[in-house]
């Protein structure tokens, strides 16, 4: 069955002419698909703007950080893990760092607090931070004037430290803060590094808080008992951080001689992980939006099936006429199928212009974390093809009720 | 041209069978103009409809313009529709919201000729309005016409792919007496071309007009015979 394209420029001319003769007709029967495709197409808008913020978030936070931490099982009693069984020991990261091919970079962090002072200015409890120099690279904190730590630094627990600027500040400290020395718990360190100020915006409040750093075989001397260790480490590259979790879990059970069928005494999350867990969750809502949507359209194809059967029948002396001067039993169905998939197509661009409008308001709201939103190509095309699937799908009954008229008694009719 | 053999068209209405056409027999020669008359349900709509390839009869055989067209499928009898037959309707049959000119070029939409540019679709759908002197009425939409000048439109646009026949079911049937002459006489000119002409009526002032005259009745051909014995036969009775 094949047509000229003069036919389909007619037949696509005629189905214009008849949505446009009949426009509040039309309208009303679009509605459901309007609604439909409006209501998805906003809903995806906000999604995608909202998975926009936080993925970007994510992404600056470093997608194949791996973060290791002690954990006590909750499904034994307490007694049979004690504390030093769950505390991560430094030989532990070493084994890690030994034994897990995926990883780029790794190092124990450990936080404690101490008295610090400068000439100018004593300070009681701030927090400091001992860690390997690779955490430079596993937490992709740089420094802003100095140097980096190095494997010196930490081999011969050098009395060395970096300061954040807020740090500086309070300390009193010149501008120019390499080279000048402060003392902690009334030992003397050399500031050797200024590491640039941690910008979030959805996660802490990085930037405002003092930050000292000092190599972490230090910290290991300065603290008594109880020294909490956990771990950052990076995965070569972001695909492999589920891998490299797993090689982390592994190692662990195994230097800690976990038994299979026993809970880890550790706890290791990546962040790609929280990146998987948020795009399964914005696909799942995306899916029930497309379920609603299935519905709407559900709805709305039985409107362009009525209004198409209604049509068929206010037009059957043209019909019968078509059919008088050569139109084929299929060159009359392909007219009116044309004709309600024009009819759903023209419900899907209201919809989807009014879905982007809705996007645009979104954007608009403050503080909603919406400023990305907009309803994307692949959900634009989707929706005309959705719409265009429903007018042949519910189109199908009333063309082919037109198709089989017969054209004398078409002819006939009143 | 045509030639109809035993031609037969049985209508069943519940357990009830009609007897459209009980075995008739025709032959229409190229450019003859032949009115068709009888009294009501003698079944001259049911001929038409055969001849014209609407309608498949029950019995009998049909030939047009060499080929057989009896029990051929629906697809190929609309495509002999398009390119051997044209058809005038007693009620005209106008797209309302189409231009005269768009009316005519109706046929063209369903042709299965390749290549046609826009261009020679409008000369042609003017050659068509022209030969039926409405060249100044192109873009006038139905409602915007007279009686007589929408039939006129009705036949160009049958005459627009030059078809073997043009057929007319009573063409004049919704015209007074001045517009039926105009009407007639736009097929007589056509005739006068070479056209083959086919026309149902009841009127004997249309009948007139044409060469030869056939009467039906009961499904039956009751008589063929040229006009002037026809319109003196007619007297006699
Ligand atoms: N579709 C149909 N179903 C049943 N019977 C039909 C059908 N079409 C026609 N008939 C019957 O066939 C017979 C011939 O009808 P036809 O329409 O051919 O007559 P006609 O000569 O054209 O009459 P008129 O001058 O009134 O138009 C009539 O008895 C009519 O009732
Ligand atoms: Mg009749």
């Given at each position: 069955?094949?047509?000229?394209?003069?036919?389909?420029?007619?037949?696509?001319?005629?189905?214009?002419?008849?949505?446009?003769?009949?426009?509040?007709r039309?309208?009303?029967?679009?509605?459901?698909?309007i609604?439909?495709?409006?209501?998805?197409?906003?809903?995806?808008?906000?999604?995608?703007?909202?998975?926009?913020?936080?993925?970007?978030?994510?992404?600056?936070?470093?997608?194949?950080?791996?973060?290791?931490?002690?954990?006590?099982?909750?499904?034994?009693?307490r007694?049979?893990?004690?504390?030093?069984?769950?505390?991560?020991?430094?030989?532990?990261?070493?084994?890690?760092?030994?034994?897990?091919?995926?990883?780029?970079?790794?190092?124990?962090?450990?936080?404690?607090?101490?008295?610090?002072?400068?000439?100018?200015?004593?300070?009681?409890g701030?927090?400091?931070?001992?860690?390997?120099?690779?955490?430079?690279?596993a937490?992709?904190r740089?420094?802003?004037?100095g140097?980096?730590?190095?494997?010196?630094d930490?081999?011969s627990?050098?009395?060395?430290?970096?300061?954040?600027?807020?740090?500086?500040?309070?300390?009193?400290?010149?501008?120019?803060?390499?080279?000048s020395h402060?003392?902690?718990?009334?030992?003397?360190?050399l500031?050797?590094?200024?590491?640039?100020?941690?910008?979030?915006?959805?996660?802490?409040d990085?930037?405002?808080?003092?930050?000292?750093?000092?190599?972490?075989?230090?910290?290991?001397?300065?603290q008594?008992?109880?020294?909490?260790?956990?771990i950052?480490?990076?995965?070569?590259?972001?695909?492999?951080?589920?891998?490299?979790?797993?090689?982390?879990?592994?190692t662990?059970r195994?230097?800690?001689?976990?038994?299979?069928?026993?809970?880890?005494?550790?706890q290791?999350?990546?962040?790609?992980?929280y990146?998987?867990?948020?795009?399964?969750?914005?696909?799942?809502?995306?899916a029930i939006?497309?379920?609603?949507?299935?519905i709407s359209?559900?709805?709305?194809?039985?409107?362009?099936?009525?209004?198409?059967?209604?049509s068929?029948?206010?037009?059957?002396?043209?019909?019968?006429?078509?059919?008088?001067v050569?139109?084929?039993?299929?060159a009359?169905?392909?007219?009116?199928?044309?004709?309600?998939?024009?009819?759903?197509?023209?419900?899907?661009?209201?919809?989807?212009?009014?879905?982007?409008?809705?996007?645009?308001?979104?954007?608009?709201?403050?503080?909603?974390?919406?400023?990305?939103?907009?309803?994307?190509?692949?959900?634009?095309?989707?929706?005309?093809?959705f719409?265009?699937?429903?007018g042949?799908?519910?189109?199908?009954?009333?063309?082919?009720?037109?198709?089989?008229l017969?054209?004398?008694?078409?002819?006939?009719?009143? | 041209?045509?030639?109809?053999?035993?031609?037969?068209?049985?209508?069943?209405?519940?357990?009830?069978?009609?007897?459209?056409?009980r075995?008739?027999?025709?032959?229409i020669?190229?450019?003859?103009?032949?009115?068709?008359?009888?009294?009501?349900?003698?079944?001259?709509?049911?001929?038409?409809?055969?001849i014209?390839c609407?309608?498949?009869?029950?019995?009998?055989?049909?030939?047009?313009?060499?080929?057989?067209?009896?029990?051929?499928?629906?697809?190929?009898?609309?495509?002999?529709?398009?390119?051997k037959?044209?058809?005038?309707?007693?009620?005209?049959?106008?797209?309302?919201?189409q231009?005269?000119?768009?009316?005519?070029?109706l046929?063209?939409?369903?042709?299965?000729?390749?290549?046609?540019?826009?261009?020679?679709?409008?000369r042609?759908?003017?050659?068509a309005?022209?030969?039926?002197?409405?060249?100044?009425?192109?873009?006038?939409r139905?409602?915007q016409?007279s009686?007589?000048?929408?039939?006129?439109?009705?036949?160009?646009?049958?005459?627009l792919?030059?078809?073997?026949?043009?057929?007319?079911?009573?063409?004049?049937?919704?015209?007074?007496?001045v517009?039926?002459?105009?009407?007639?006489?736009?097929?007589?000119?056509?005739?006068?071309?070479?056209?083959?002409?086919?026309?149902?009526?009841?009127?004997?002032?249309?009948?007139?007009?044409?060469?030869?005259?056939?009467?039906?009745?009961?499904?039956?051909?009751?008589?063929?015979?040229?006009?002037?014995?026809?319109?003196a036969?007619?007297?006699?009775?």
């Open positions: 069955m094949n047509f000229s394209p003069y036919f389909y420029s007619q037949a696509i001319k005629l189905a214009m002419s008849q949505i446009w003769a009949n426009r509040k039309s309208l009303l029967t679009a509605l459901g698909i609604v439909g495709v409006a209501s998805t197409t906003s809903v995806i808008a906000a999604l995608s703007g909202l998975k926009a913020n936080v993925l970007t978030e994510f992404e600056s936070f470093g997608a194949n950080r791996l973060y290791v931490f002690p954990d006590r099982p909750d499904d034994k009693p007694s049979m893990y004690p504390r030093d069984k769950i505390r991560i020991k430094p030989w532990e990261v070493r084994e890690i760092q030994a034994s897990c091919p995926s990883l780029r970079a790794i190092t124990p962090i450990t936080e404690f607090g101490v008295s610090v002072a400068s000439d100018e200015k004593e300070l009681e701030i927090t400091v931070v001992g860690m390997w120099p690779d955490w430079h690279e937490e992709n740089r420094v802003i004037a140097r980096m730590f190095n494997t010196i930490e081999r627990a050098r009395q060395v430290c970096l300061l954040n600027e807020a740090a500086i500040d309070e300390l009193r400290l010149p501008a120019e803060a390499v080279g402060i003392l902690l718990d009334g030992r003397r360190f500031v050797v590094g200024i590491v640039e100020t941690l910008q979030s915006r959805m996660f802490g990085g930037g405002n808080a003092a930050e000292i750093f000092i190599p972490f075989a230090l910290a290991m001397k300065l008594s008992s109880d020294i909490f260790i956990r950052t480490a990076l995965a070569t590259r972001t695909e492999v951080s589920e891998e490299a979790r797993s090689e982390i879990t592994q662990m195994r230097i800690r001689g976990i038994h299979p069928g026993d809970s880890d005494t550790f290791v999350v990546a962040i790609d992980q990146i998987q867990q948020f795009k399964a969750m914005a696909a799942g809502i995306t939006a497309g379920g609603i949507v299935g359209l559900l709805v709305g194809g039985i409107g362009i099936m009525n209004i198409m059967l209604v068929v029948s206010e037009r059957t002396r043209e019909i019968g006429l078509r059919k008088a050569g139109a084929t039993p299929g009359i169905m392909m007219q009116f199928l044309l004709e309600a998939m024009a009819l759903c197509l023209a419900g899907g661009l209201v919809g989807v212009l009014i879905g982007k409008l809705l996007a645009i308001g979104m954007t608009l709201i403050p503080g909603a974390s919406l400023q990305h939103a907009d309803v994307p190509l692949w959900a634009v095309l989707l929706s005309f093809a719409s265009a699937v429903v042949l799908g519910f189109g199908f009954f009333p063309a082919l009720k037109a198709a089989r017969d054209p004398i008694e078409a002819l006939r009719h009143e | 041209m045509i030639r109809v053999r035993a031609l037969r068209k049985v209508y069943r209405v519940g357990d009830e069978a009609i007897h459209a056409l075995g008739v027999d025709l032959d020669g190229t450019n003859e103009m032949v009115a068709v008359m009888g009294a009501s349900g003698s079944g001259k709509s049911t001929l038409m409809n055969i014209g609407l309608d498949q009869p029950t019995e009998g055989s049909y030939e047009l313009d060499g080929q057989r067209v009896s029990h051929m499928s629906e697809a190929a009898l609309a495509l002999v529709r398009n390119e037959i044209g058809f005038v309707f007693q009620s005209f049959e106008l797209l309302a919201r231009t005269a000119l768009e009316n005519v070029e046929p063209l939409v369903y042709s299965r000729e390749a290549g046609l540019t826009g261009g020679e679709r409008t042609r759908a003017l050659q309005l022209e030969r039926v002197k409405l060249s100044d009425r192109v873009t006038h139905p409602s016409l009686g007589g000048q929408k039939q006129r439109v009705a036949i160009a646009r049958a005459i792919n030059h078809p073997a026949i043009l057929m007319a079911d009573e063409p004049t049937g919704n015209l007074d007496s517009t039926t002459r105009e009407v007639m006489g736009i097929f007589q000119q056509l005739h006068a071309e070479g056209q083959t002409v086919l026309i149902v009526t009841h009127e004997n002032e249309v009948a007139a007009f044409c060469q030869r005259v056939i009467r039906l009745r009961d499904g039956l051909v009751l008589s063929d015979l040229p006009i002037a014995e026809d319109a036969g007619h007297h006699q009775g």
